[in-house]
């Protein structure tokens, strides 16, 4: 079994792993709503319970039913239930508060402040719907500092209570909203909400555009790479790829561009020309992309100086490992 | 009827007049008659009037005509106020003279057609609505009398009125240039269009056969639609004419209805996974085949229905016009 089938493997099972996490999300969040409910329903009713805390649940299992697993959804789910169930509770002690003592001004603005807050989170949960994330540095940052808050206050209390049961029900909500921030630091570090905010779309759209265009500054393979890409343009090589139409031969070469993969796609054609495309990888379609007319193809100190028709020249440096920049290069020799 | 656009207009008018009448007959200051602030007042008057013929024709030169009025207003109305015994009035005073000039200046750049980011006017304006409205029901919320809290908060009241109208109109998504990001996603939306990063475009297999045998008949054309999950749908149209085949993708909703993408065909092949459209020269189109339409796995599936929630607006819209709408829910296996 060779690398690249190993990491295909692995790259399966980190979906797999991702959609359970969504499940976790749910768990988590409906634990957290039924915790709430519990501790909450005598002191403030049935019916404000379930209009605080009731939205959790239901949006917990609306994650749980999604066939899909989308991570796109349990992220916007969660902030947009979490930031309505805080909304919701912080808006009428907000309306509610009617004193005049500096204390009661103090409560009110800092209500007002969690309100806006609130606010905050259900529009970022709207715009993950939308697969659009905002930046999710602070994002992260802020689930962690709440989840290691939370995590002070459930050992804290772990230390007081000497029979599990009543830590449990004493401590049955922070462990859910521990869980919760946990996860939701994980699936908004999944690759998929990673490359949704404004300026990785952005990234994502020009590299595309300077990989099929190949200007890439970099642009680099390994050695077995490079003698298969010059024995094939030299007729040496045959193609190892299936072929239909005007191509009588085919084969691609993984090279790298800076730091990221691509992949090279030679073809030799019924009129007699070499045909080169760079594309992200070799299945998937691929809609009229810069196509390189070769020439001719050689060695160059540690290079290959590829002629296109036309008197361009191009030049791939011939890499020892994937990732043998300078410094790693110095460290291995 | 009146275009939204003028209504925005005279929107402004009126909260300049409405600015203008509370501040020279209701500041208490039995300053009435002073020629400052009679002045002060036809000069919003007068400004009121200019602002709603110009939005007529251009809600910008509205908003740099209101701006210059409204900065020369509290220029004059801080400077004839200037009280060099109180300390804090003084301060209070110069910030709002100072503020004026930003104003004028701001509002001559924005006539001169000077590029802004209309971002930043909303941004202002909204922080002084939230200061207000924020002071408002402190008030309100510590003294629930509705009268003597009116008579306390006469003067921010106005000043709401005022903010709200400027908000209104740099809310007009047609006032100008709008924030960078904005701008550079726009750009990379367009060259998206290119569709270079288009990896998942796909034809149903009946829609692949009627185009690939259009291209080996003389005198036929054939439109399908070409999908992509990440990328909506585009049209795709193989016609042959005069010997020349040749294969074309317009986009859906463009106001141009010119081909994003057009090859001359020489062939095509279709296989089991895909259709490649070879042209000269080693361009090709190569677009993956499928037997029915493919679900979204980042769009969630509840109880067999897939979800775009970037389609719920128009989902809701269309329940709410026609009773039911199948946007934005699809029906999938």
Redo the contacts between chains.
Sequence with gaps: MDRDSIRAAAAKVMDKLFASITILMAIAMMAYSAAEIYQSIDVIGAVRCAVFYGIPFVCGLLIILDRHRSVFFAVGMFAISIGFSRFIRYGEAVITNSGSSPTDVILFYGQLILTVLALNMMYSGYRYMHRNSRSITYIILSALLFAAILLGEILNGFRSFTDPVLFFEHYIKSIARFFMYLVYVGLVWSEAVRKSTDLARMEDSLAALRIDVNVGPDMSMRKEAADRFVGFVRGEVPGDLPVSGPVVSRTAVRANDGMVWVLCNLERWSDGGIYMTVSRSDSGSQIDPTVFPVKEASFEEGSIVVRYRGGRTGRFRIRERYEDDIAVKGAFE | MIPPKTLKGLFLSVSMVITAAAFWIGDGSGMMWDPVEVFCAFLMVAGALCVARISKDSLRDALAVSSMIIGVYLVLKSISGFELDDNSMFMLDLGLSISGLAVIFFGFALFAGVEYNVLRIRFLSSAVLAVVL?YL??QF????DIVSWFSDSYMPIIVGIQSLSILIVSLERTLGAYGT?DS??AS?GS??ER????????VLREDAERLASALGKDGSAETATLR?CSFGSRRIRASSADGHASVD?IPVDSVYDDPI?S?ES????L?EK?I?F?GV????????VFDGIQ?????????GR?LD??N?GSWIRGKLERGNSDVGLRKTN
């Design positions: 924020m029901f402190s919320t510590m003294n629930p990001m550079i996603e990379m060259l998206s569709m270079l990063t288009m990896s998942d475009a796909y992509s993708i993408v090859m020489v062939s095509a092949s296989s895909e490649v070879y020269d080693g361009r090709r189109i190569r677009l993956l679900e979204d796995p980042a769009n969630p599936k509840i109880l897939e929630p970037r719920l």
